[in-house]
């Protein structure tokens, strides 16, 4: 995940997470190892204010999902996608509200053309084990292309994207560099402290 976060980086994907524990945030870590990563392409929703230590601090990605006025409407789309809260305590329910905005972004009507994540198939529908599942029903509704790289399927997709994305990359890469070596030699460019 390191390594598919940092090339989508550098190829000017964009990042919409809900910053759980595990392959969310290996994803933004892969994206932050990208020479041609900025925080204005991460999208990081927090469930609130403070979760795994994180804080709302949009200058560097971070959106703490219950401050955006349409909160309650993402609240609908998560009850809907998911059938019932039952069973879940405030923190559940926070934790797959902001799910939709990984799917349908802030607006909530402007969904991302693909979803990557990583969570056990359940059945033949397209569900998965988890949490994970809210986004998953709301990518499947929206015709989002959904990525399980649990299943072989799936990673056989991203090994095939992987390939030919890679000399794409390279070449980027490459053309970043000669724009540092040309900005260094004009003097635009100084080395920090």
């Known amino acids: 995940m390191l390594i ?109 053309d693909t979803i990557l994540f990583y969570a056990p198939p359940v059945g033949k529908a397209g569900k998965v084990k988890g949490g994970t599942n809210t986004a998953v029903a709301l990518a499947l509704k929206h015709n989002v292309t959904a990525i399980n790289l649990y299943t072989e399927e799936g990673l056989r997709k991203v090994e095939s994207f992987m390939t030919k994305s890679k000399s794409k990359a390279e070449e980027l890469l490459s053309e970043y560099r000669l724009y540092l070596d040309r900005e260094r030699t004009a003097g635009a460019l100084a080395p920090s402290d």
């Open 4 to 112: 598919l976060g940092s090339r989508l980086a550098t190829l000017g994907w964009e990042i919409h997470s809900g910053d759980a524990e595990g392959s969310d945030r290996k994803w933004h870590e892969g994206f932050m190892q990208s020479p041609l990563y900025t925080p204005s392409r991460a999208f990081i929703y927090l469930a609130w204010n403070g979760v795994g230590g994180r804080y709302h601090d949009p200058e560097n990605g971070f959106y703490d999902a219950t401050q955006f006025d349409n909160y309650g409407d993402a609240r609908a789309l998560a009850l809907e996608a998911r059938g019932s809260f039952e069973g879940l305590g405030r923190g559940g329910i926070s934790l797959h509200s902001r799910n939709p905005y990984q799917v349908l972004t802030e607006t909530l009507n402007d969904p991302v």
